[in-house]
Each structure stands twice: as C-alpha cells, then as structure tokens.
C-alpha cells in the first residue's frame, strides 16, 4: 500500500491507496503529463460525479408477435358493428338513468 499526503489550498489529508490503485493512478499521471495529486482529484470528482447522476434513461423496445390472426369463417367487420351498436346502447341506457 502506499500512503501518500494530498496538499491543497484548504485541506491535507493522508490517503492509503491500493497497490494497484497507486500503480494505475501513476501510469496515468506519467501518460498525461500532469501531477499525480491532480490526477487523483480528478478520478476521485469523477467517481463522485457518476455517483450523483441519474441512471442513463434505457429506450423501452417493445417487440412485437403475431397473435395468428382470425380464425376461419370470422368476420371481423361484423365484429366490430356488433361492439358498436352494443356501446351505443349502454351509451343511451346511461342518459336514460339520468333523467
């Protein structure tokens, strides 16, 4: 483990870091070209970051199924008249309960 002091403006603080942590925080700090301090406080305000943002919004998919269609000999037309003059009626059997 490697502990390391962590100088800013306002706090120090000592911080104990893994490792592989420290290794991985190195090698980015050497690819970067920037110090190792403003490394971590850039990894660890990430973190924080995602931590606090809302779960990405996931598009609902829907897929769609044949149901088979109708059956044989169905007439779906006469189906649908028939649905209507039913609505229709409770429809007027409704007013009629108002009056």
């Not at 050497?30 to 110090?35: A, I, L, N, T």
Request: positive net charge; contains cysteine.
């Amino acid at each position: 483990m490697l502990d390391f002091l962590c100088y800013d403006v306002c706090m120090r603080t000592t911080l104990t870091l893994d490792d592989d942590l420290a290794a991985a925080l190195k090698e980015r700090a050497k690819r970067s070209g920037r110090p190792f301090k403003e490394v971590v406080n850039l990894i660890v305000r990430q973190g924080l970051e995602a931590e606090m943002a809302p779960p990405p919004i996931r598009r609902y998919r829907l897929e769609p199924s044949s149901l088979g269609g109708a059956r044989p000999g169905i007439d779906l037309d006469r189906a649908l008249r028939l649905a209507d003059a039913l609505e229709d009626a409770e429809i007027a059997r409704k007013l009629e309960l108002r009056k």
